[in-house]
């Protein structure tokens, strides 16, 4: 059984919290991952901007980091991968959804795929849509298109 945990830093609790977990675990079940435990973090630009200076020597606030951990642990008889950290920013999300002409909700559900996605190991050179991670993150949106966190 898959876990993800939700916090919180530099913004309120978000009353999509519970919504946003849920997605998550349907991302993770569409992706055919099983057994994994991660942890997403919403907050502002300027802890995202930190981590991204700290981590990725630039000093700018992105809409979303993933931190993988990629650990396997023993509970309870059970082998667990312990996948990392999703971290969002929401006002960049919400800048995001406006550039793009997209909703908030299809953006938010956009950034913990993509999030998820790297935390599997995928990765991609540039943005172009034909990118296969990009490929495989827009499948899964679209077979969880009746799922809204927002």
Known sequence: MNEVSIDCRDIGEPLWRD???AFALKA???????????SVLFCGD????????EYRDKDE??????????????????ERYIAGDVV??????????AEFGVSPDEELKRLLVHGILHLSGKDHENNDESQPMLVEQERI???LQGEHIL
């Open 46 to 53: 300027e802890f995202i901007q930190n981590l991204n200076r």
């Open 19 to 21: 919504a946003a977990e």
């Open 61 to 78: 606030p992105t809409d979303v980091l993933s931190f993988i951990m990629g650990e396997r642990q023993e509970e309870e008889g059970n």
């Open 88 to 97: 969002i920013s929401v006002p960049f999300m919400e800048r995001n959804a």
């Open 28 to 38: 993770l079940e569409k992706l055919g991952l099983e057994d994994w435990s991660l």
């Open 141 to 143: 949106l679209a077979a």
